[in-house]
């Protein structure tokens, strides 16, 4: 019997590479949840902010709560515990009870609870995208992760340029969702209202996230470099002792009678 799982960690589960139609379905389901998952960021602040229509954001959130269930079916329906499967993707579960829960409750605006439940699935809509691209951390993942992150820079920039008065112009919000990634708060352009402050927190968190698997990403091609240099060593010196036996032993057959 095959095993189920192959990989877990933060309450996600991965399937074993023994079952190939399973691993294929989880990987052509990946950019799908993560674009998903994405779209329900703005989601949040369509909620969020009196001018913006609510119907918008109860879509995004209903579509990447269908997204979900149909990547978990999708990829259990290959399994033969996928029960086991579902219950080791505890935070799956809870993002798609949590993303239908933010689409029927009232506005954020008009019930502190709605808004206290849209914040919690967006730390586990991070964390589930965080999951999602933790396969690039390699050595040939850096590109796409130097792409992510000025695909995320961008995303922030313009957040800030459209929630936060004091960005005036698209520099303005890219200055300041860096400065705010990085953590540097230079105090020249800050946060002031309430929707740009609590897109700060998410603006800190990706900046996180992302500067951490990049740095990774970096380290794991020195590292990389330094084993190969070590295996190319020992290689070096195998073959030279096989040699030198081989010699030695030439030299003792031309040596019996």
Same mark, same amino acid.
């Given at each position: ?46 909620? %969020? !902010?009196? /001018? =913006?229509?609510?119907? &918008?954001?109860? $879509?995004?959130?209903?579509? +990447? #709560? ?19 499967? %579902? !219950?080791? /993707? =505890?935070?799956?579960? &809870?993002?798609? $009870?949590?993303?239908?829960? +933010? #689409? ?19 730390? %586990? ?133």
């Amino acid at each position: 019997m095959s095993r189920t799982i192959s990989t877990r960690a933060w309450g996600l589960t991965l399937p074993s590479p023994q079952n190939p139609a399973a691993t294929r379905a989880e990987r052509r389901w990946r950019w799908p949840v993560l674009l998903s998952l994405l779209a329900t960021i703005p989601a949040f602040y369509i909620e %969020l !902010l009196e /001018n =913006l229509p609510t119907p &918008l954001a109860v $879509a995004i959130y209903v579509g +990447a #709560a269908a997204v979900l269930t149909l990547s978990l079916w999708r990829v259990s329906r290959h399994l033969i515990r996928p029960r086991l499967y %579902l !219950l080791g /993707n =505890l935070v799956d579960l &809870l993002l798609i $009870a949590g993303l239908l829960a +933010a #689409a029927l409750l009232p506005p954020s605006l008009h019930s502190s609870g709605a808004l206290a439940l849209r914040l919690a699935v967006a730390f %586990l809509t991070l964390l589930r995208m965080v999951w999602a691209i933790r396969h690039w951390v390699s050595r040939g993942g850096l590109a796409y992760l130097l792409l992510l992150a000025l695909m995320v820079l961008l995303f922030c920039g313009v957040g800030f340029w459209a929630l936060e008065p004091r960005a005036r112009t698209l520099a303005d919000g890219l200055w300041l969702a860096f400065t705010t990634a990085a953590t540097v708060g230079y105090g020249d352009i800050v946060p002031t209202t309430a929707a740009s402050k609590i897109f700060a927190v998410f603006v800190v968190l990706l900046g996180y996230a992302v500067l951490s698997l990049v740095t990774a990403a970096i380290a794991a091609m020195w590292v990389e470099s330094t084993e190969r240099r070590v295996e190319q060593d020992i290689l070096r010196e195998l073959h030279a002792e096989v040699q030198q036996l081989r010699e030695e032993l030439r030299a003792m057959r031309a040596e019996r009678p």
